[in-house]
């Protein structure tokens, strides 16, 4: 074993220092020292003549990019859990293999998921912003100054209740949030019961009697615009959306148009339907304390990114001794 070749491994983003050492130990190993995205046609020149791309969020791996890739690849190992960037069924048919990191940013994600939940209807940021406004100083404290709403007792619709949103929702019953939710198929009866959870067939009838929304789900062309711009109206006006998932679920257009409008109360964002580029107009709702932005930050633990690339690490060398990687991605899963 020791005289084989070892797999020429691409790595198509920074890596934590732990991870990078390990991949170099046991493969050939590219890395990308500094950490600018990969235009299209260096992913394009990588997928040529690499054994392995491990891609992230940012790269794009379609059927166009794929249709360039060499005999030698095999294996796509993804650094991160949503794959809505690679074309699973193309790299499929081509004999690739696709592989994620599921589960080790489900508590990291929920984290941030309920830390949004507050902050929005607290007015976190708005707050912190009074402290370092170079224009002014802090009057101090009024009874009836940089009131919010409090979340106790408030219906939380949560949509996508995997692990991320059963994560999300042990922590909002903890704050006193009744959890209700919507997912392609009901969780099981012990589940519910351990959440108090009210289940609902109907996404429609969910969003038109909840306080905040939680989107938990992951972006497939399913759930593109889920929250579309008719669903959307369906909230009252005193609502609150959080999305840490993906930006693509919801129309985000409709939504700034009914932020502006006053037809919502706000928003808590972690993610764009156009990454990086943020709208314009989302900038200025979050300088006006309407919405509350925040750039992708989710899982950035350094003990989520080190549980991924361990994983990752793991999934190539499964699939190099000629088993099949724990972590693999079907098109029937997505």
Known sequence: MSNRRKPLV????????TIETRMCELFDT???????????????EALKVADVLVPTVTDRVDAHALGQSGDKLKLIANFGNGVDHIDVATALQRGITVTNTPGVLTEDTADMTMA???AVPRRLAEGARVLTAADKDWAGWSPTWMLGHRISGKRLGIVGMGRIGQAVARRA????LQ????NRRRVSPKTEEALEATY???????LARMDIISINCPHTPATYHLLSARRLKL????????NTARGEVIDEN??????EQGELAGAGLDVFEHEPAVNPKLARLARANKVVLLPHMGSATLEGRIDMGNKVIINIQTFMDGHRPPDRVLPSML
């Open 235 to 242: 909230l009252r006006p005193q609502a609150y959306v959080v």
């Open 30 to 44: 590219r890395l990308n020292l500094e950490d600018k995205p990969m235009a299209a046609a260096e992913i394009a």
């Open 10 to 17: 691409v790595v198509t983003r920074k890596l934590p220092d």
């Open 116 to 118: 949004l939940i507050l």
């Open 173 to 176: 019953k903890a704050f006193g």
């Open 179 to 182: 959890i209700h939710y919507h």
């Open 200 to 206: 609902w067939e109907s996404l429609d009838q969910m």
């Open 254 to 259: 409709a939504l700034i148009r009914m932020v």
